[in-house]
Every structure is written in structure tokens, then in C-alpha cells.
């Protein structure tokens, strides 16, 4: 298929956020299963404060996956555990949202540049990384571990939008579904779109209007 150019009005380029956007949020099921994993003694709603305190550095690639579930633990799990919580850790993000990705396959289709911009440890940046749609849709795809650091630093946006090949951050679109993201990439000068949950707008967002 040959790709025409197109962008939607005043963009030339997006720049996506995963979890939130085309990936979908963990399930309650899932959730309860990592937590069963780890032996959590305490309700979910504490293990889930667990599992978050230490994110960012985690997400950041300042620990690895033992330093990390260390922390949330209490104490250093062997190797079985370890592969156990990784792996559902990382099945928690990597489904997807089948209606976003129809969107973003008719943008790419259209001609418009798309770089994934993504608060994500190695292990799940590894697995992102190799599924079809990152192959097919993104023109580059960076992440937060291999940054060293996670968004809303404005060093990841500079990052991004100098992937997208696009001078002018006036030129270029950032999506993401959380406001203090869309904030900090709106003070660089970046075009945002707060992603709600609706496939429609976002489609509105990123292809021309046919006439």
C-alpha cells in the first residue's frame, strides 16, 4: 500500500503514550493474581500502594526487576518467584485496545509519522517491542528505561519529539490519558489531547477531515 501524506490540521507528527491509550488497564482479575503471586499479606488495595511506590525508579531502569520486587516484598525473592512476578507483571500491560488500534493503523495508512512515548520497565519495553503493531505503526518507540528517565521529565518529550524528525513542537501532536503528562509536553509547546476512553475523538484528532 502506498501511504499518501496527510496529518490532521496543524500536526505533522503524534506522539502516543501506551498505557492508557493503546494499551488497555489491567483487569481487577489480574491484579488479584500478582498479588496471590507474591503472598501479599494485606488487602489489595495495599499491595497495589506497594507496587506503585516504587514504580518509577523501576520504570526509570534505576532497579532491576530483583531490587525492585525486593521492595515491594520486603525481601529478595528467588529466581522461580521472580520469573512468576515479572511475567504477570508484564501480561497486566500488554493488551490492547482493538479500536485504537484500527484508528492508528488508518493515521499510519494516511502517512502520518508516530513515535511511542512510554513510561515502561526493560522487561515490558522488550515485549512492546516486539509485537506486530510496534513494528507496523511506530516510526521509533522510546522508553522510559532505556531514557533512564519517565515522563512528565521534559527531557522525554524532547527525546520524542526529535525521533518524530519534526523541528517545530507546534507541529507535533502528544497523546496521553493523563492531564499533568499532557501539561508538562503543552509547556514545550507541543500540541496534547487528554485521552479519555473515546476511540471517536481520538480519531478526530488524528486524520484528516475527508472531503
Known sequence: MTRTPASPPGADAVILDYNGVLGTQPTLGQWQHLARLAGWPGDLASFQHAFWDAREPYDAGQLSDLAYWAIVLGYHPGPRLLRELRTADTAMWTRTD???????????????????????????????????????????????????????????????????????????????????????????GLRTHHYTGQPAVLERQLLPVLA
Do not use: Q
Open 98 to 188: 482493538p479500536h485504537v488500534l484500527d484508528v492508528l493503523y488508518r493515521a499510519h495508512a494516511s502517512g502520518l509519522t508516530m513515535v511511542l512515548l512510554s513510561n515502561a520497565p526493560a522487561h515490558l519495553s522488550n515485549v512492546l517491542d516486539a509485537t506486530d503493531w510496534r513494528r507496523e505503526l511506530m516510526d521509533d518507540a522510546l522508553y522510559s528505561a532505556r531514557l533512564g528517565l519517565c515522563k512528565p521529565d521534559p527531557a522525554a518529550y524532547e527525546s520524542a519529539r526529535t525521533a518524530t524528525g519534526i523541528a517545530d513542537p507546534r507541529r507535533v501532536l502528544f497523546v496521553d490519558d493523563r492531564e499533568d503528562n499532557c501539561r508538562a509536553a503543552a509547556e514545550l
